[in-house]
Each structure stands twice: as C-alpha cells, then as structure tokens.
C-alpha cells in the first residue's frame, strides 16, 4: 500500500507487498541505500526477483545516527528480522577508484590518502565493481561503522558509487554516444560519464546554487569534449522535471532523460505509481553480490 505519513521518523513512502511474509524473511534480501537526505529501505524475494517492500525516510544528516538507530529499532521490517542477506550503500565523498591491475588490499588506506585527508579513526572498505573491472575503496566514518555493525550481524557495505555503476552498465552498456549520468539528491550529486563498455569519469559533489550543479556539469562536459547539443544526460534519484535542478540543466544540454529501473527484477504495482528513475540507485544494489 502506497502511503504519505508525515510523522518525523515515519518513512514519507511506504510499499508492501501482500505476499511479504516474515516467516520467509530468510529467503529474502535486505538493501539499504543511506544518503545525505535520508535513507530508503527494499526488500527483494530472490524466489521470485520480486521487490515486496519499499520505505523511504527522509532526514537530515545532523540526525542521521540517532534517525538510523530509531527506524532500525522500530521498523517492524527491520528489527529483528533475519534475512537472507543485508546490503548496505553509503555516500562518502572520500572516495577512489583503482584499476584492478594496480589494486594492493594490503594498501587500500594509503590508496585513498593520495587523494583525500583521513581521520585515524575512519574505516577503510572497498567493493569489486564488476562492470568496469574496478576497486573502489572507500572510507566509512567509525561511529556510522558502529551503529551499522550493532544492528546488523552480516551486512555488505557499499559506496554509493558502486550499485550506481552497476545499475548504468547494465541499462546503458548500448549507448553510442559518450554519455553523462547524474544520480541527484538535495545538495548532493554523482556524475558519472561512460562510452560504451568504457567508464570515462566519476565522483561526488555537493551543491548548494542551482550555478554550482551547473558549473560541475559544465565544467565535466567540457573535459571531456562532450557536447551539450549532442550527447545525451540520464538523471536519477531526487529530481523531477518541474524541479529547478531540471529547469537549470535543460538550459545547456538538449538531450535529458530519466533513467529506468532495471528490468531485470519485478515490483510490486504500486511502484508504477513512482517515478521509475527515483530509487534507481538502491534498486541497482541487487545487482551488487
């Protein structure tokens, strides 16, 4: 059942399938995705590659923990449910990509100082992007590392980059043209360019004018001579198109479109009833093992 619920850690949205069944928890899969915004929780049965559940809470990251703590404590869907397995995917701007060839697990921290300052107190993880042949390591701030590994036994740990690559390849491993992908929040963006097989560029930025998501855009297209007359731009996440972020980018690219879900999984009805390119990212984590 579809559902606004305006309650503070109430989830805004909220999807459940009639046939989840919490005696058959153990055969489906958990997927988390946390990001500045909030958090958006899907369940997907694997016997049917059904999703049966969706909740979408929204807060603010100064509360994100103790938010985190209350739904993970009170969800019904969430506390004390043993599930197949847990996957969740996080937003760090501390981030780096290695190419397979030159990736040394004993070495990930000093891989990810290169680029970014890390406190000593920071866990360092990295996930296998299958799709581009790629480690993208990754540093977890320890009090979200804690408050995870508290309430949940076994869990995979994503960067929001990598269900978010996966998910593209897939969908988008046709394309022709050099293309540019942005999955947005409210002040946060990931862009991501690809040709092909071939992923050209990544990273994460945060905004705060619709200027500065325009400078980004721009300034990423010009680098790699992408042409805003030409190449095509795919959004997902939080934008619409009567929504300022859209209005500001179809002013300098003529080709936007909304990404689709993938087809590879099934959803209840009631998903129709949302923008298919808003929860492509936690969508996508399905296709991370």
């Given at each position: 059942?579809?559902?606004?619920?305006?309650?503070?850690?109430?989830?805004?949205?909220?999807?459940?399938?009639?046939?989840y069944?919490?005696?058959?928890?153990?055969?489906?899969?958990?997927?988390?995705?946390?990001?500045?915004?909030?958090?958006?929780?899907?369940?997907l049965?694997?016997?049917s590659?059904?999703?049966?559940?969706?909740?979408?809470?929204?807060?603010?990251?100064?509360?994100?923990n103790?938010?985190?703590?209350?739904?993970?404590?009170?969800?019904?869907?969430?506390?004390?449910?043993?599930?197949?397995?847990?996957?969740?995917?996080?937003?760090?701007?501390?981030?780096?990509?290695?190419?397979?060839?030159?990736?040394?697990?004993?070495?990930?921290?000093?891989?990810?100082?290169?680029?970014?300052?890390?406190?000593?107190?920071?866990?360092?993880?990295?996930?296998?992007?299958?799709?581009?042949?790629?480690?993208?390591?990754?540093?977890?701030p320890?009090?979200?590392?804690?408050?995870?590994?508290?309430?949940?036994?076994?869990?995979?740990?994503?960067?929001?980059?990598?269900?978010?690559?996966?998910?593209?390849?897939?969908?988008?491993?046709?394309?022709?043209?050099?293309?540019?992908?942005?999955?947005?929040?409210?002040?946060?963006?990931?862009?991501?360019?690809?040709?092909?097989?071939?992923?050209?560029?990544?990273?994460?930025?945060?905004?705060?004018?619709?200027?500065?998501?325009?400078?980004?855009?721009?300034?990423?297209?010009?680098?790699?001579?992408?042409?805003?007359?030409?190449?095509?731009?795919?959004?997902?996440?939080?934008?619409?198109?009567?929504?300022?972020?859209?209005?500001?980018?179809?002013?300098?690219?003529?080709?936007v479109?909304?990404?689709?879900?993938?087809?590879?999984?099934?959803?209840?009805?009631?998903?129709?009833?949302?923008?298919?390119?808003?929860?492509?990212?936690?969508?996508?984590?399905?296709?991370?093992?």
């Amino acid at each position: 059942m579809l559902q606004s619920i305006s309650s503070k850690i109430q989830p805004v949205v909220s999807i459940t399938d009639e046939s989840y069944d919490l005696g058959y928890a153990h055969r489906y899969r958990l997927l988390i995705e946390i990001t500045n915004d909030g958090a958006t929780v899907v369940v997907l049965n694997q016997g049917s590659d059904k999703f049966i559940l969706l909740r979408d809470y929204q807060f603010n990251i100064e509360e994100r923990n103790r938010n985190l703590e209350d739904i993970f404590s009170s969800d019904e869907f969430l506390s004390h449910v043993n599930y197949k397995s847990v996957t969740v995917s996080i937003v760090s701007p501390k981030t780096t990509l290695v190419p397979s060839p030159f990736y040394d697990s004993n070495e990930s921290r000093k891989l990810l100082e290169f680029n970014h300052t890390l406190k000593a107190s920071d866990v360092i993880y990295c996930n296998y992007v299958r799709s581009f042949d790629l480690h993208n390591v990754f540093a977890v701030p320890k009090d979200l590392d804690e408050l995870l590994k508290s309430n949940f036994k076994n869990f995979n740990l994503l960067h929001a980059a990598t269900p978010f690559m996966e998910g593209v390849h897939l969908e988008y491993l046709n394309m022709a043209l050099t293309s540019l992908f942005v999955n947005v929040s409210k002040k946060g963006l990931e862009l991501m360019a690809t040709n092909g097989k071939q992923l050209l560029f990544y990273n994460n930025f945060n905004y705060e004018t619709m200027e500065d998501f325009a400078y980004y855009m721009l300034f990423v297209a010009e680098q790699l001579r992408i042409n805003p007359e030409l190449n095509p731009v795919t959004l997902s996440g939080n934008i619409q198109k009567d929504s300022p972020v859209f209005t500001t980018l179809y002013k300098y690219f003529r080709h936007v479109n909304f990404a689709e879900r993938t087809e590879q999984y099934n959803y209840h009805f009631e998903f129709e009833k949302i923008p298919s390119h808003t929860y492509f990212s936690v969508f996508s984590q399905a296709l991370c093992e």
